[in-house]
Nanobody, 124 residues
Framework: QVQLVESGGGLVQAGGSLGLSCAASGRTFSSNAMGWFRQAPGKEREFVAAIRWDGGSTNYADSVKGRFTISRDNAKNTLYLQMNSLKPEDTAVYYC?????????????????WGQGTQVTVSS
């Protein structure tokens, strides 16, 4: 059974930092692109960041560019998201996702596997 399990969410003050992890099990995703999405209350799920299978290419939403960093460790089958300079508008449930292809896409329809999500709350 394939599982993606996020961890590292929590409550942080504006301007602070959090690091999210996504551990994959059941199969290896070392040849697959992966990404992070988020969903705030009352809003649709939105793209945050994505990374190519080898980490050689990344893509970020404009709203997080320069503040968030996506990375991966294929040996550990783990995806990361380092979030700095957090803002209250970053408050959301953050989801890890993996797709069946090696290249990046920013659309949620392009991802086949999803984690259960982890809550990130940024207080002002």
């Amino acid at each position: 059974q394939v599982q993606l399990v996020e961890s590292g969410g929590g409550l942080v003050q504006a301007g602070g930092s959090l690091g999210l992890s996504c551990a994959a099990s059941g199969r290896t995703f070392s040849s697959n692109a992966m990404g992070w999405f988020r969903q705030a209350p009352g809003k649709e799920r939105e793209f945050v960041a994505a990374i190519r299978w080898d980490g050689g290419s990344t893509n970020y939403a404009d709203s997080v560019k320069g503040r968030f960093t996506i990375s991966r460790d294929n040996a550990k089958n783990t995806l990361y998201l380092q979030m700095n300079s957090l803002k209250p508008e970053d408050t959301a449930v953050y989801y890890c996702a993996a797709r069946s292809f090696a290249t990046i896409t920013t659309t949620s329809d392009g991802y086949n596997y999803w984690g259960q999500g982890t809550q990130v709350t940024v207080s002002s």
